[in-house]
């Protein structure tokens, strides 16, 4: 069963428009280049740049898609939907005619105004009201929380695909499915809560996430890089770096290896892997030869893993609900 939650219910205040949401990009002169490539985390593409399996090609968004916009507070779902997160790694099996096709990043570029509210963040300011403290700026806590959303264009039409798409910070993965695109079915695993878009009726979905979850023994996520900073990464190449910052590398690589193993484990061999630090939009299969027609998440359903409270709005309206939270005691 799902637990619907009408935004109503969660006091959303929608705004017209939001600064810094919603800015189209105009399509950049050129082709996209990535001048850093690390092993473990793939590519790093400038935006709005399209991850594509081979690190070698990317695209502009544009080239993709028409009337793409960022996400923007006027863009919301009609509903958000707890999917359950049963205890263990349960996860639903490819068919054996699939095409597995593994999606690993550590997040997103575009902040969407969907914020995941956790128990924590409301302890942090009940503490503040209980010390009597002045009031504290929420902006940190709010930078950390809000959700980043990933287009996953499918474009394979020759065989259905299976889709894992695993994340370490808060993500929303808005499926864009071309016509003919058939979905086996899709694995969202992340360290923070997550949440999928535009998945098609009667999709096989399963989720496994970590934090405030009955899964957080048992799943292996995506792990951050040195420094929470690619530019780090570029130090490797450097002779003059020290052995102890080669050592923390080495780590993250066994980290990565380790994560491959309990895919494989759950799910299976992947036939292809899609990997970025960071991205905005993944592309699985060829360039269209007509461009789609972008899907924003308005009226659609957004499925969440139910480790925190989603909370659609701007900064003002989450920080007045976690307020409201704290001192009334929830």
Same mark, same amino acid.
């Given at each position: *069963? =799902?637990?619907?939650? #009408? ?10 428009? *939001? ?51 960022? #996400?923007? @507070? ?26 597995? @096709? ?19 963040? @409301? ?17 940190? *806590?709010?930078?950390?929380n809000a959700a980043q959303q990933v287009d996953v264009f499918v474009t394979e039409v020759e065989q259905p695909v299976y889709l894992v798409l695993a994340a370490?910070?808060?993500? !929303? ?29 009667h999709a096989r979905v399963g989720f496994a996430v970590v934090v405030g979850s009955p899964q957080g023994d048992c799943v292996e996520t995506p792990q951050q ?13 450097? =002779?003059? @770096? ?6 923390? !590398? ?19 061999? #992947? ?6 630090? &960071?991205?905005?939009?993944?592309? !699985?299969?060829?360039? #269209? ?5 972008? &899907? ?18 701007? =900064? ?13 005691g929830r």
């Open positions: *069963m =799902k637990r619907i939650l #009408p935004l109503a219910a969660l006091a959303l205040a929608l705004g017209l428009w *939001m600064a810094g949401f919603g800015d189209e990009f105009d399509k950049p002169n050129g082709m996209p280049e990535s001048r850093v490539f690390n092993e473990n985390y793939g590519a790093v593409y400038p935006r709005p740049a399209v991850t594509t399996e081979d690190h070698a090609v990317s695209y502009w968004v544009q080239d993709i898609v028409e009337d793409y916009a960022k #996400p923007r @507070v006027k863009d919301a779902p009609a509903s958000l939907a707890a999917t359950e997160l049963p205890f263990g790694c349960l996860l639903p099996r490819p068919s054996d005619k699939a095409q597995v @096709v593994f999606v690993e990043i550590y997040s997103g570029y575009d902040h969407a105004p969907l914020y995941f509210v956790t128990e924590n963040d @409301v302890k942090t300011v009940r503490r503040h009201i209980e010390t009597k403290q002045k009031r504290p700026n929420l902006d940190r *806590m709010l930078n950390v370490h910070n808060e993500t !929303i993965w808005s499926l864009q499915i071309a016509e003919g695109a058939r979905l086996d079915g899709v694995s969202i695993i992340g360290y923070e809560p997550q949440a999928l878009a535009h998945a098609p009726e890089p040195v420094n929470d900073t690619w530019r780090a990464l570029q130090k490797t190449n450097d =002779k003059r @770096v020290g052995e102890g910052f080669r050592t923390i !590398i080495d780590e993250a690589s066994q980290n990565h290896d380790r994560f491959r193993g309990w895919l494989r484990w759950h799910v299976g061999d #992947p036939h292809r892997t899609i990997d970025a630090y &960071r991205t905005a939009h993944v592309l !699985i299969g060829p360039k #269209p030869a007509t461009r789609l027609r972008y &899907r924003p998440l308005t009226g659609t359903q957004l499925t969440y893993t139910p480790n925190a409270i989603p909370v659609w709005g701007s =900064k003002n309206d989450v920080a007045d609900i976690i307020y409201g939270f704290a001192e009334n």
